[in-house]
């Protein structure tokens, strides 16, 4: 084996095949513009992956587009490609477009390679802990990739962005600035498939402790030497040096029982090869079984007939449990939390926890129902559906997605006149679809609690609210118009406490369906407001584009 040529003491010619250039940019009046760019050298007995459907992934967000490639060059091409993008000079591969990005100086600064003690967010698991090598921007980013990273919390249409590099990249760019705009060289270890410490022989005298992984096939692993040092309280306690058997493994003899150990792994040809920070050995483990829930089959509502059938797993509700007695260290612990909470964690833009409190909705119905039946299927004791023309299909869309029993299914309408003499294709009404509803979601075998379907005649009803539990939303659109053709919000109301009380007083004055339906008002029907109501049809059908007519109740 002789090294490569160059300035890449640490890489042995035979390792690696291939490389494969991962590489991300946003375009802007032309200009590529360098999110993101990685370089993996594949060992020589890893498969080469397929070429991306036409070359890759694009997508337009506002004026931007996001543009993901991968490319697979051979070995001394892919290092030549990264040498020129340190130099400013950097293409997108097969294309020779010019990629902008800042000055960019490497690190290590001598050409060599680091191995991270936390895994990076874009490795994946088979490289373990790989060495790497990264340019970093030494000067501020460009305007287009300021404003997508500072907006990707508030920002709708930089939220989408995020949420789409996420699917295509398979982690948060923007949520990690150390590594925005920067290129990686990823050189994984080319000898061993993975390297761990684990207790081959324990007793409470002396224990075996054993380091190793399994050779890649062909890997002469005679050149490793393994160091394996055991940390007490911080401070070394004793130190093992030693070369791997044929099977890549290294043991060393304890005298006394291992508290936690760290290991190095290098290799005279190639430097460092794996480094694992002191960590504690996890002596027992306990498996408990939690239960998945019995499934409920939900068929899709009747204007959507196309649509596949869904399961939803109904949990049951979990029992209370007892604070824990409040000592110091829980106290503590407890202060602790409260103040990540409040200025946030060490990348708080992707903390799980972060909420959003308005969602904009156009152009993906799909999406819209699906995110609306994730907040349902939250709620622990209620849901209450306000809206005007709420309808069985309505009730079957959402409110079935309520994921654990007992969940009391509400809701609270204002029909007008004209919806009682709605009738679908089947010749049924729209209260006899209503009720047929309300006494099968009322069958024990579906689990729900309390099914309250109410209609309101004191107080007229104008905007919609969805409340799950003690949290309140609010819409401008009927539920089963949102996420169609024009703009839609849903607003998580910041201070519910007025809108709930509102919103139950209304509750408690209105009335069953059951009785309003059985003694509805029969609007009287005269030749001058039946041609009315036809000839306001057809100028709603003559200004839609399509000419395709109005099919919702609201359309009136």
């Not at 204007?303 to 596949?308: G, I, L, M």
């Not at 029992?319 to 990348?347: F, N």
């Not at 003690?470 to 849903?490: A, R, T």
Request: charge should be neutral; aromatic fraction near 8%; hydrophobic fraction near 40%.
């Amino acid at each position: 084996m002789t090294h490569v040529t160059g300035q890449w003491p640490s890489l042995v010619a035979g390792d690696y095949n291939v490389g494969v250039i991962r590489l991300v940019t946003l375009v802007r009046d032309r200009v590529n513009h360098l999110l993101f760019s990685s370089i993996e050298l594949l060992p020589a007995e890893m498969p080469v992956p397929p070429p991306p459907v036409n070359g890759g992934w694009s997508n337009n967000f506002g004026s931007d587009r996001i543009c993901v490639g991968r490319t697979v060059m051979p070995f001394k091409d892919a290092l030549a490609w990264y040498e020129q993008l340190a130099k400013g000079y950097g293409v997108i591969p097969g294309r020779n477009f010019a990629i902008t990005s800042p000055r960019l100086a490497p690190e290590p600064d001598y050409n060599g390679f680091t191995v991270l003690t936390d895994h990076p967010p874009f490795s994946p698991a088979w490289h373990g802990r790989p060495r790497l090598h990264r340019l970093i921007p030494m000067e501020p980013l460009a305007y287009p990739v300021r404003a997508m990273r500072d907006g990707s919390t508030q920002v709708e249409v930089f939220i989408r962005a995020r949420e789409w590099l996420r699917q295509h990249i398979h982690f948060d760019l923007l949520a990690y600035d150390d590594w925005l705009g920067s290129g990686v060289l990823i050189a994984p270890n080319p000898l061993l498939r993975y390297c761990h410490t684990r207790l081959a022989e324990q007793s409470g005298v002396g224990e075996i402790v054993e380091v190793g992984g399994t050779p890649r096939r062909g890997a002469d692993v005679s050149a490793l030497r393994f160091t394996v040092q055991e940390v007490r309280a911080g401070a070394p306690a004793w130190r093992a040096v030693g070369n791997p058997n044929a099977f890549g493994r290294f043991r060393a003899e304890a005298r006394a029982q291992v508290a936690a150990v760290r290991h190095d792994l290098f290799c005279e040809r190639r430097g460092l090869l794996d480094h694992e920070e002191p960590g504690f050995f996890f002596r027992n483990v306990n498996v408990s079984y939690a239960d998945p829930g019995r499934p409920r089959e939900v068929t899709p509502p009747q204007r959507t007939p196309s649509a596949q059938p869904r399961t939803v797993h109904v949990r049951p509700q979990p029992a209370p449990t007892a604070a824990p007695h409040p000592t110091a260290l829980r106290q503590l612990e407890e202060l602790q939390r409260s103040r990540d909470e409040r200025v946030g964690t060490l990348r708080p833009a992707e903390a799980p926890h972060a909420r959003r409190n308005v969602r904009l909705l156009e152009h993906d119905r799909d999406e819209t129902v699906k995110w609306i039946q994730k907040l349902i299927g939250s709620a622990r004791t209620q849901i209450l559906l306000v809206d005007p023309y709420l309808d069985a299909d309505d009730l079957q869309e959402f409110a079935t997605a309520a994921a654990y029993q007992g969940v009391a299914i509400r809701g609270l309408i204002n029909p007008r006149p004209g919806l009682n003499r709605q009738v679908d294709a089947n010749g049924d009404k729209f209260g006899d679809q209503m009720l047929e509803k309300i006494q099968m979601l009322r069958n024990p075998a579906q689990e729900f609690g309390e099914i309250d379907i109410r209609v309101s005649r004191k107080r007229r009803l104008h905007d919609r609210f969805l409340q799950i539990d003690d949290v309140v939303w609010h819409s401008g659109h009927s539920f089963n118009q949102m996420g169609k053709g024009e703009i839609s919000l849903m607003t998580l109301v910041a201070e519910p406490a007025e809108t709930r009380e509102v919103l139950a007083k209304a509750f408690a004055d209105a009335e069953p369906f059951e009785s309003y339906w059985a003694n509805r008002p029969m609007p009287s029907c005269s030749l001058r407001q039946t041609l009315g109501r036809q000839l306001r049809r057809l100028a709603k059908w003559i200004e839609r584009p399509n000419g395709s007519e109005p099919q919702e109740a609201g359309d009136e």
